[in-house]
């Protein structure tokens, strides 16, 4: 009788992305996936044929368990301005509950170490991206407050876009979640004061 896999690809994706979000890619060898995940070569060749096939798995794994709790109240609430600024502050939560400082966003280690020269990793993060300012579109398109065109609001969408991604990056040089804090209060003041 086969003996029962002590392990699903979907867990084998959940325990290479805490490596590779923490480690990134290049450092992370085969040798070090099997130790971290505690899957052999032999289970990570069988589950996805390779290094490259498993980082890629990552990101809607990312997706699942960092990005929709954080984003999807964003399209979810019927909320403007509101639905963003509930946004930042589940961000700096996230970042708080994964440790400070810590490993940034998954995604955006992926856009500066990867992406640059592997088109498969550009358009996970180019899909990543665009999630993102979909959400910020569909939100600003619903504040009442503003007489902003629509043209303006989906700039604006992409601004914040940006933004968060930026406080990502900043929560891996800071050990207070107030500082996060404050960098995105300054930012929403910012984008309150080009909606009135």
């Known amino acids: 009788m086969p003996r029962k896999p002590s392990h699903t690809p979907e867990s084998l994706a959940d325990s290479a992305l805490a490596q590779f979000w923490y480690g990134g890619y290049e450092a992370t060898s085969m040798d070090i996936l099997v130790k971290k995940t505690g899957v052999s070569r032999h289970g990570i060749y069988t589950d ?32 403007g301005m ?16 994964i440790g400070l400082p810590g490993p940034g966003c998954f995604v955006v280690n992926a856009s500066t170490e990867v992406a640059p020269h592997d088109p498969e990793v550009a358009a996970k993060v180019a899909e990543h991206n665009a999630r993102l300012e979909t959400a910020f579109s569909t939100a600003l398109q619903r504040e009442q407050s503003t007489r902003l065109p629509m043209p303006h609001r989906k700039a604006l969408a992409r601004t914040i876009m940006i933004f968060s991604n930026g406080l990502w990056t900043a929560s891996r040089s800071t050990d207070k979640s107030e500082t996060l804090r404050e960098h995105a209060a300054v930012f929403l003041d910012l984008l309150e004061y080009r909606l009135k």
């Open 48 to 79: 996805y044929g390779g290094k490259k096939a498993l980082y890629l798995a990552c990101f809607p794994r990312y997706h699942q368990h960092v990005v929709s709790p954080v984003l999807d109240p964003v399209t979810g609430s019927g909320d």
């Open 82 to 97: 509101a639905a963003i600024v509930g946004y930042f502050g589940r961000l700096v939560e996230m970042a708080e509950s």
